[in-house]
């Protein structure tokens, strides 16, 4: 996998989104291999708990914003779609492309019949703060920042992130998270619950593989009841639903004008002007 790493130690496997040159961002392939790994180590038996992270001083930023700008994968595109029609085009085409393994990999961790911890150092938006969210527990570094993003290019979100972020912090905060476009520093999401702790930047994965390493040593199939209760009572059974629904909304939003004048004032580095509604 080109951009994706497995390791496992002592019963932990580590889960590495290795993609600097693009803010670890995720084309089709990266996403595809994700998916393989995350079912990879949900359902190896040997391994007790999985650490999701990225690389040093940056955890994920979501979809490949260049990616889709310049169109996608033309031959995963031509794939996905029957014979009998035309390949479709558009970002909100590419989007799914890149979403529907995103998404499975999300059900997968929730499903997942042991602890899955990500270790979030750096910057932490959109499909990336999905994925984080999506982990039974986070650990962030005092270098880290949470931010939803989605807004910024005139998107409606996706990853779980609507479905999660209420859950975690209560209605009234997910709308001024989301609506306010707020950047939170790893105090302030400990603060809001949603964060497990923050830890020191220096020696952070060492940290978080102790924390990883004890849980290993754990009851797993005692914790792997417990997560499937806990997701019963919370109505988690309900996710998969939220993300096909999630995934319906992103694709229109991302064929709207808001979306194309959000995506050109990201990359001019400038103040999206969005058109009337």
């Not at 914790?223 to 009572?233: P, Q, R, V």
């Not at 319906?248 to 050109?264: C, H, T």
Request: aromatic residues 8%.
């Amino acid at each position: 996998m080109k951009h994706i790493r497995i390791e496992v130690e002592s019963g932990v496997g580590m889960l590495t989104i290795d993609r600097p040159e693009r803010f670890n961002s995720l084309d089709v392939e990266t996403a595809q291999d994700l998916r393989r790994a995350g079912l990879q180590l949900a359902r190896d038996r040997a391994v007790r708990a999985v650490v999701l992270r990225g690389l040093p001083g940056m955890f994920c930023s979501g979809a490949d914003l260049k990616f889709i700008r310049a169109g996608g994968d033309k031959g995963q595109l031509q794939y996905l779609t029957p014979a009998a029609r035309p390949v479709p085009s558009g970002p909100g085409e590419v989007f799914k492309q890149i979403l529907e393994y995103l998404h499975s990999t999300i059900s997968e961790i929730r499903a997942a019949p042991k602890p899955f911890l990500a270790a979030v150092d750096g910057s932490c938006a959109a499909g990336g703060f999905g994925l984080a969210m999506a982990c039974d527990l986070v650990f962030a570094s005092e270098r880290a920042t949470f931010e939803w993003a989605y807004a910024k290019t005139g998107l409606s979100g996706a990853e779980s992130s609507t479905f999660l972020l209420p859950r975690l912090v209560g209605l009234r905060f997910a709308l001024d998270f989301v609506f306010l476009g707020q950047r939170l520093d790893a105090q302030a999401a400990q603060r809001a619950r949603l964060v497990s702790g923050v830890l020191p930047t220096e020696g952070f994965e060492a940290e978080v593989m102790a924390v990883a390493r004890r849980l290993a040593a754990g009851p797993t199939r005692a914790l792997g009841m417990a997560k499937a209760l806990i997701n019963e009572a919370a109505g988690v059974d309900r996710l998969g639903y939220h993300l096909d629904r999630e995934l319906e909304n992103l694709i229109r939003s991302a064929d709207s004008a808001e979306f194309s004048e959000g995506i050109d004032a990201f990359f001019a580095k400038r103040a999206p002007r969005f058109p009337e509604p």
